[in-house]
């Protein structure tokens, strides 16, 4: 089945079962690698794009449920990493084994482009979702709060 998906503000047409999660479209077809598997079940975050806006898990995600959606992934969340997000994951020095860090930064611009000034408790409510397994919780929060304050500086 072809089916023609809006990624990264870019028309791709990609010839697959309607079933295909998305995340294998983005990882097989479209080699863009920048967002990850992990568990396959929408636990732990690690494949969360935007789906008009939106964080969303991919694994599980049919792309037949995705005309006309406009998908951003890591990729294309900026063009030279200056989304607040990145800026304050690089400043808080957040990722460790970095695996999970993808997911938790198309989470935490999601919660930052909705709400540029959280609190504690909606920051840890919209991160709660999103596995680490080195457990770099609170250097992800202060990102969060940090990429909060860049993105009012910016309005």
Excluded at 64 to 82: H, M, Q, R, V, W
Excluded at 118 to 135: H, L, T, V
């Amino acid at each position: 089945m072809s089916i023609t998906l809006i990624i990264n503000k870019k028309k791709h047409t990609v010839d697959v079962d309607e079933d295909t999660p998305l995340l294998w479209v983005l990882r097989d077809t479209l080699n863009l690698v920048g967002t990850k598997f992990g568990c396959g079940i929408e636990q732990c975050g690690a494949c969360t794009v935007h789906i008009n806006g939106d964080a969303m898990r991919s694994c599980t995600l049919p792309v037949s449920l995705l005309k006309n959606a406009e998908i951003t992934t890591i990729e294309g969340l900026s063009d030279d990493n200056s989304h607040p997000v990145q800026v304050a994951w690089k400043e808080i020095d957040v990722p460790q084994c970095g695996y999970c860090q993808s997911g938790q930064i198309m989470t935490a611009s999601a919660l930052v482009n909705k709400n540029n000034n959280p609190s504690n408790d909606e920051i840890k409510q919209a991160m709660k979702g999103n596995i680490c397994r080195c457990a770099t919780y609170k250097r992800i929060e202060e990102a969060v709060y940090v990429a909060a304050k860049l993105t009012q500086e910016k309005a």
